[in-house]
């Protein structure tokens, strides 16, 4: 199994509704990787979990929530969120995030999720 | 700082014509990868090439090729006898350590389209 899934791959929410995006993956990888993506623009790192551990938050608002339940799951919690974080959201894994020759690991993508906040 | 600048926004093309996307990046680390991904309509990014900063060597891979010359900080990708398939947004990444952890930094992508 080569691959990375999301679910669900459309979302439509209200700024008052909670709601959560799902990826998966079973390549034994160590690293996931949350990113937005906006129309027209690249990925924007969000979060990265190295070992199920928390290991980059880039400065994301709380109403995101992540959440690593072990190694295969990547959650992503939505609460309160405002029009203006519709996106496509991208989950990925890589076998490591260190330094070193970990470094040389490329990020499998997963197909994304497309949320619209009404 | 880490930069990657991708100045072709978008390029049009007829089917079976040769097209090159071009990539400079900046980077101080003296260990660094570069990446290529593909994004169809359908929104998965695609990995199609790694390349670290000791491996000059250029790549062919059937119709893709990739040129990496450290001396100008570029690693283009060439299609040849492109096809309607090959539409998509192409961005270009550079892997590094920034603040302590291995980030990758994507440039602004160019759009691929292929005509038939």
């Known amino acids: 199994d080569t691959e990375v899934t999301q679910t669900p791959k459309h979302l439509v929410m209200g700024m008052t509704n909670k709601k959560s995006l799902k990826c998966e993956q079973h390549m034994g990888h160590r690293a996931m990787y949350w990113y937005k993506q906006k129309a027209k623009k690249p990925p924007e790192l969000m979060f990265v979990?190295?070992?199920?551990?928390?290991?980059i938050n880039e400065s994301v608002p709380s109403r995101f929530s992540p959440e690593c339940p072990n190694s295969s799951l990547l959650n992503l919690h939505l609460h309160a969120l405002q029009p203006e974080d519709s996106a496509l959201y991208l989950c990925a894994s890589s076998p490591g995030s260190g330094t070193g020759r970990r470094m040389l690991n490329e990020q499998f993508f997963g197909p994304g999720t497309r949320l619209t906040v009404l | 700082a880490q930069k990657v600048t991708q100045a072709q926004t978008e390029i049009s093309v007829v089917e079976k014509e040769d097209v090159t996307l071009d990539c400079v990046y900046e980077t101080r680390d003296t260990t660094y990868y570069l990446f290529w991904y593909k994004q169809p309509p359908s929104g998965e990014l695609v990995f199609l090439i790694r390349?670290?900063?000791?491996?000059?060597q250029n790549e062919i891979s059937g119709r893709y090729s990739w040129n990496f010359q450290k001396s100008t900080s570029s690693f283009n990708f060439t299609i040849t006898a492109s096809q309607v398939v090959d539409s998509a947004v192409y961005f270009c990444?550079?892997?590094?350590?920034?603040?302590?952890?291995?980030?990758?930094?994507f440039g602004q992508g160019t759009r691929l389209t292929i005509n038939p």
């Open positions: 390349r670290n900063s000791f491996d000059e």
């Open positions: 979990y190295s070992y199920e551990k928390l290991s």
């Open positions: 990444a550079l892997k590094g350590v920034i603040q302590g952890a291995q980030k990758l930094v």
